[in-house]
């Protein structure tokens, strides 16, 4: 190397480029060159979004169905509708929920559509045992008690697996 003494001096506004980014791709950042960030972007795009929009539960009547999860999550029936015969549309914060008799996919037999027999999602709460009574109160079908202090499952009337987990 050169002697220091000999080197010019850099502007007073010089900012290396090429260090930080380098020391962010070795501590663990994800700062890449604009090459590198391309070809990531290529190898997953898609034209499905990654995000869910509502969530289908396979119910036999469409009727005491909505009059059970409007029950439990504290809704009104009229803020609920039925529509085509076989879907209800229950108003959620974030991701929907839609009960259906899925007449395309066994509910056009006498027992309906398959049931979850797998919690697939989770309603929320800031209350676990507040909500266990509550669910107790209202004669819900439970599948278990409260796990690890911080989530239990009921059925819903066609025996759907519902998480209920601590927020």
């Given at each position: 190397?050169?002697?220091?003494?000999?080197?010019?001096?850099?502007?007073?506004?010089y900012?290396?480029?090429?260090?930080?980014?380098?020391?962010?791709?070795?501590?663990?950042g994800?700062?890449?060159s604009?090459?590198?960030?391309?070809?990531?972007?290529?190898?997953?795009?898609?034209?499905i979004?990654?995000?869910?929009?509502?969530?289908?539960?396979?119910?036999?009547?469409?009727?005491?169905s909505?009059?059970?999860?409007c029950?439990?999550?504290?809704?009104s029936?009229?803020d609920?509708?039925?529509m085509?015969?076989?879907?209800?549309?229950?108003?959620?914060?974030?991701?929907?929920?839609?009960?259906?008799?899925?007449?395309?996919?066994g509910?056009?037999?006498?027992?309906?559509?398959?049931?979850?027999?797998?919690?697939?999602?989770?309603?929320?709460?800031?209350?676990?045992?507040?909500?266990?009574?509550?669910?107790?109160?209202?004669?819900?079908?439970?599948?278990?008690?409260?796990?690890?202090?911080?989530?239990?499952?009921?059925?819903?009337p066609?025996?759907?697996?519902l998480?209920?987990?601590?927020e």
């Open positions: 190397m050169g002697n220091p003494a000999n080197r010019k001096s850099k502007p007073e506004y900012k290396p480029d090429i260090v930080p980014k380098a020391l962010k791709l070795i501590q663990g994800m700062n890449m604009d090459q590198q960030t391309e070809v990531v972007r290529q190898s997953v795009s898609s034209p979004n990654n995000k869910i929009g509502s969530i289908f539960i396979p119910v036999s009547n469409i009727e005491h909505r009059d059970w999860y029950k439990v999550l504290g809704l029936v009229d609920c509708p039925i085509n015969g076989h879907l209800c549309s229950i108003p959620m914060q974030g991701t929907g929920i839609l009960l259906d008799t899925m007449p395309s996919w509910g056009d037999r006498p027992e309906g559509p398959p049931n979850i027999q797998t919690p697939a999602f989770m309603f929320l709460t800031g209350d676990l045992q507040g909500s266990f009574d509550y669910c107790k109160r209202l004669g819900v079908d439970f599948a278990s008690d409260i796990e690890h202090d911080h989530w239990f499952v009921v059925k819903d066609d025996g759907n697996l998480m209920v987990c601590r």
